[in-house]
């Protein structure tokens, strides 16, 4: 539920306004046939190009300094299925390694 208008349900947030810095915004509107080649199209094209590189070549990280301090491994909700957990030497060490779902390792 949406506190502020008592909606039930998933409601999806979609801004009026995109602020991209100080005095510059894209704001949604009609396209016309040559929308790409203009100066708002090729904010609205950087716009996407950066949304894509969020959402598929990126990964969020939890820095951690032991594996236990993670509620899902904390509360046996989650464990290392292949390979080995990282060792206290490396995280002592700052080894350079890290544990990723099975999901994101496909």
């Not at 950066?50 to 820095?63: C, D, F, H, R």
Request: charged letters at 30%.
């Amino acid at each position: 539920m949406d506190k502020h208008s008592k909606e039930i349900g998933i409601i999806e947030y979609v801004p009026i306004t995109i602020s991209l810095g100080k005095d510059r915004t894209l704001d949604w509107g009609e396209m016309d046939g040559d929308f790409w080649s203009t100066d708002i199209g090729e904010m609205w094209r950087n716009f996407i190009d950066e949304i894509e590189k969020l959402s598929y070549k990126a990964a969020p990280v939890t820095p951690t300094g032991s594996t236990e301090l993670l509620s899902p491994f904390h509360d046996s909700r989650a464990a290392v299925a292949e390979g080995k957990d990282i060792s206290p030497e490396e995280y002592g060490g700052g080894s350079k390694v890290c544990l990723v779902s099975q999901t994101f390792a496909k």
